[in-house]
């Protein structure tokens, strides 16, 4: 199994300097969110600047998925806006733009993105600016996947079903599944929601967390036992399972080493009861 942790818990580092934490822990791959301190996307040469990180990365022997849930990259005031359910969602489609790029260039494994807030009657809305990504994403070769986010417009994998539909099933069209969310509202288990999505899984990010409260929590502190969860992992998808606490950056290095300890201990318990 590949572990992975999210470049959104280093947000006090620079992203070399991260990388670089990341790799001498022992993990095999980052989820590199595009942010103002990590390859943003909207400054000058991003071609150029994404060549310099895709050296490194090879250099270090980490693979990537691109996330893209950068704070306020987009707007200085207001928290992930504009999002798809936007009156006018043109910056983020152009941020989920420079992600395929940069995900086409750096071979990435996959792009992550998500729907935003927003109220049913803005579906169609949804339907048609996520098409427009699966288009342009299907031209550079690139996969995507989509994330279910509580409270947002696709708020579970129910929701991600019916907007796959609605796309017409694309071929690059996957499900990022957060292992926490699962257990935050889906109706069952977290290992079979693992099993149930098996076939589109195409990025897995992995945190604790308690029924009915989304909050991304370290390992051991909320109620999800891993070893079922890693097992179901291990036998259905291969790519990288990525540690997102997005809020741990105060203490980023001694997280990512205790996560990947108790990642690779639940591991081993899996296979003991094998």
Same mark, same amino acid.
């Given at each position: 199994?590949k572990?992975?942790?999210g470049?959104?818990?280093?947000?006090?580092?620079?992203?070399?300097?991260?990388?670089?934490?990341?790799?001498?822990?022992g993990y095999?791959?980052?989820a590199?969110?595009?942010?103002?301190?990590?390859?943003?996307?909207?400054e000058?040469?991003l071609?150029g600047?994404?060549?310099?990180?895709?050296?490194e990365?090879?250099?270090?022997?980490?693979?990537?998925?691109?996330?893209?849930?950068?704070?306020?990259l987009?707007?200085?005031?207001?928290?992930?806006?504009?999002?798809?359910?936007?009156?006018?969602?043109?910056l983020?489609?152009?941020?989920?733009?420079?992600?395929?790029?940069?995900?086409?260039?750096?071979?990435?494994?996959? $792009?992550?993105?998500?729907?935003?807030?927003?109220?049913?009657?803005?579906?169609?809305? #949804?339907?048609? @600016? /996520? &098409?427009? %990504?699966?288009?342009?994403?299907?031209?550079?070769?690139?996969?995507?996947g989509?994330?279910?986010?509580?409270?947002?417009?696709?708020?579970?994998?129910a929701?991600?079903?019916r907007?796959?539909?609605?796309?017409g099933?694309?071929a690059?069209?996957?499900?990022?599944?957060?292992?926490?969310?699962?257990?935050?509202l889906?109706p069952?288990p977290?290992?079979?929601?693992?099993?149930?999505v098996?076939?589109h899984? $195409?990025?897995?990010q992995?945190?604790?967390?308690?029924?009915?409260?989304?909050e991304? #929590?370290?390992? @051991? /502190? &909320?109620? %999800?036992?891993?070893?079922?969860v890693?097992?179901?992992?291990?036998?259905?998808y291969?790519?990288?399972?990525?540690?997102?606490?997005?809020?741990?950056s105060h203490?980023?290095?001694?997280?990512?080493?205790?996560?990947?300890?108790?990642?690779?201990?639940?591991?081993?318990?899996?296979?003991?009861r094998?």
């Amino acid at each position: 199994m590949k572990f992975g942790y999210g470049t959104n818990g280093f947000g006090n580092h620079r992203l070399p300097e991260a990388l670089r934490v990341i790799a001498e822990l022992g993990y095999d791959g980052v989820a590199l969110t595009l942010d103002t301190n990590h390859l943003d996307p909207f400054e000058a040469d991003l071609a150029g600047r994404t060549k310099v990180v895709g050296a490194e990365l090879q250099r270090l022997g980490l693979g990537v998925v691109i996330e893209t849930g950068a704070r306020y990259l987009l707007d200085p005031w207001r928290k992930h806006s504009p999002t798809l359910m936007d009156d006018d969602p043109a910056l983020r489609l152009e941020y989920l733009r420079q992600a395929v790029r940069v995900g086409a260039d750096l071979g990435a494994q996959a $792009v992550s993105f998500w729907a935003g807030i927003g109220s049913a009657e803005r579906w169609d809305r #949804l339907v048609d @600016g /996520t &098409g427009r %990504i699966v288009e342009f994403a299907a031209e550079r070769g690139v996969t995507l996947g989509f994330e279910p986010e509580p409270g947002m417009l696709v708020n579970d994998i129910a929701d991600w079903r019916r907007l796959y539909e609605d796309l017409g099933r694309p071929a690059n069209f996957g499900i990022t599944l957060d292992i926490g969310h699962c257990r935050c509202l889906e109706p069952l288990p977290v290992a079979e929601c693992v099993t149930a999505v098996a076939e589109h899984l $195409v990025n897995v990010q992995i945190d604790d967390m308690r029924r009915g409260t989304h909050e991304h #929590l370290e390992f @051991g /502190t &909320g109620e %999800i036992e891993f070893p079922p969860v890693l097992a179901a992992l291990e036998a259905s998808y291969g790519g990288l399972v990525a540690v997102e606490l997005p809020r741990h950056s105060h203490a980023a290095p001694t997280i990512a080493a205790q996560s990947l300890d108790f990642l690779r201990n639940a591991l081993k318990e899996a296979g003991d009861r094998a």
